[in-house]
């Protein structure tokens, strides 16, 4: 299990940090967001160091603005230091953290000090959801780009328009993905809390639907006003029992915010934006996939009620680009195979990425998929079985499930994944190992074939290793 977030709130951490410059150390400071909080953090003439265990193109560039980063853990790092923001993510034995706490350091995990950091913006956008939140807060973004409102925005993926997934703009707008893991987003302060979905995942932390549905009414009740997916009930269950008012997307007709005449084209859609039954513009997204017009709604609405022009929207939604990870088209392999790179690590998800892909019309779809974490992989098996066999792919290969915090405590595997997965009617297999799976796909596919590379783990790895230099 991670650590636990701290919640000293807003009042508490402005308590801690006082009225002049502090000095702050991060814990995972080369993870995306802890990164950005760290930039902050030295734009208000804060000291900033941190520990990272992998030197990274980020933490390279805090280098580069005089941070120092340490790469082995060792309290003495830390000394001197008058707080440590920290990532749930470390062991709760690192040194720095153990030092931190011996030593009455205060200590706040990374969403409550984000939480705090974003206080100071005007408009504050969240972007919540089991799927879709990196997606949908790159479109957010590139509106409000479009509409010259230069908004800071918090992301979870890079975006292709800037390459990066954060953005350092002014103080009047803050967009943000809002992670539901460990509750995370209960720490934060939007005024505009968006709802994509609501599904079981996380299982290593929420129990049951019912859960879920509290945690997201809290985190709807944070904010003043909601968008949230009239498509899905469950996300509305949750709206109703925030007692705040919200309004609906949705692809069916009786949300404030639908999509009509979606027309596909090779590589994106065009279709119409109404809102409540009257249409506001004629969208174009250069991105392929079904799910991928809901999201665009979903920001159009979003954007749309926070003041932006149609027009506006219109021109934001035909500039994006998409993001990294998302249906990305990696290369070609030396025999001419194309090669797509996803992060899809949840059945609904996978579902929806090998639909997609199933699309592009190649001769044969090869998914290489990799489960994140044993606890995610043996609650959604079935799920992740269906997905796998059932929506598209022509052959399927497993590779060994990435543990991330976890021990298989479950007795789950790939192999057994692969299993169900040929018994459903799909050709499929576990390989040992990415070289195994490098040489395979080398040798076996090739002009006319798509492989396609999914998960959350370190999957990201294959890809480079398939295409031709």
Excluded at 61 to 81: F, I, Q, S
Excluded at 259 to 278: H, I, M, W
């Amino acid at each position: 299990m991670a650590l636990e977030n701290t919640h000293f709130g807003y009042e508490g951490i402005r308590e801690i940090m006082g009225d002049g410059p502090k000095s702050i150390f991060f814990l995972g400071i080369g993870g995306v967001s802890m990164n950005s909080l760290a930039q902050v953090c030295l734009m208000r003439g804060h000291s900033v160091a941190g520990y990272d265990r992998t030197e990274s193109a980020l933490t390279r560039r805090l280098e580069g603005e005089g941070v120092k980063v340490y790469y082995t853990a060792a309290a003495e790092n830390a000394a001197g230091c008058d707080l440590v923001v920290y990532t749930v993510a470390i062991p709760r034995d690192d040194p720095v953290y153990v030092w931190a706490g011996e030593s009455g350091i205060p200590r706040i995990s990374r969403a409550d000090f984000l939480g705090y950091i974003m206080k100071r913006y005007g408009v504050r956008i969240g972007i919540s959801g089991m799927h879709g939140k990196s997606t949908t807060t790159a479109i957010v973004a590139e509106i409000f780009a479009a509409a010259g409102r230069e908004p800071t925005v918090f992301g979870g993926a890079k975006m292709a328009a800037t390459g990066e997934t954060n953005v350092i703009g002014r103080e009047d707008y803050f967009i943000f993905e809002a992670c539901e893991y460990m509750d995370s987003f209960l720490d934060f302060y939007p005024t505009v809390s968006v709802v994509l979905n609501l599904e079981m995942d996380h299982v290593d932390y929420f129990k049951d639907m019912d859960q879920i549905k509290r945690s997201f009414a809290g985190f709807i009740r944070r904010g003043e006003t909601a968008v949230v997916n009239g498509d899905c009930e469950d996300a509305l269950e949750a709206a109703r029992m925030s007692g705040k008012p919200f309004v609906t997307f949705g692809r069916r007709g009786d949300a404030d915010y639908t999509a009509s005449n979606v027309t596909p084209f090779p590589g994106g859609s065009e279709f119409d934006v109404l809102r409540r039954g009257k249409k506001l513009f004629r969208a174009r997204i250069n991105v392929p996939g079904d799910h991928i017009v809901t999201d665009a709604v979903a920001a159009a609405a979003v954007s749309v009620e926070s003041g932006v022009s149609p027009e506006a929207a219109a021109a934001g939604l035909a500039s994006y680009k998409g993001i990294k990870r998302r249906m990305e088209r990696v290369g070609d392999t030396e025999s001419g195979a194309a090669v797509f790179d996803d992060y899809a690590h949840h059945p609904t998800e996978v579902a929806a990425t090998l639909r997609t892909a199933s699309e592009f019309g190649f001769d044969r779809l090869v998914v290489v998929f990799q489960p994140h974490t044993f606890s995610r992989t043996f609650e959604l098996f079935d799920g992740f079985a269906d997905a796998l066999a059932k929506t598209g792919a022509d052959e399927v290969i497993l590779a060994p499930i990435y543990p991330a915090r976890e021990t298989n405590v479950f007795g789950v595997t790939s192999d057994q994944l692969a299993d169900a997965v040929a018994e459903r009617g799909t050709r499929a297999r576990c390989l040992s190992s990415f070289g195994e799976i490098a040489d395979e796909i080398k040798k076996n596919y090739g002009r006319g074939d798509c492989v396609l590379t999914v998960g959350a783990g370190d999957i990201e790895k294959l890809a480079p290793m398939l295409v031709s230099e």
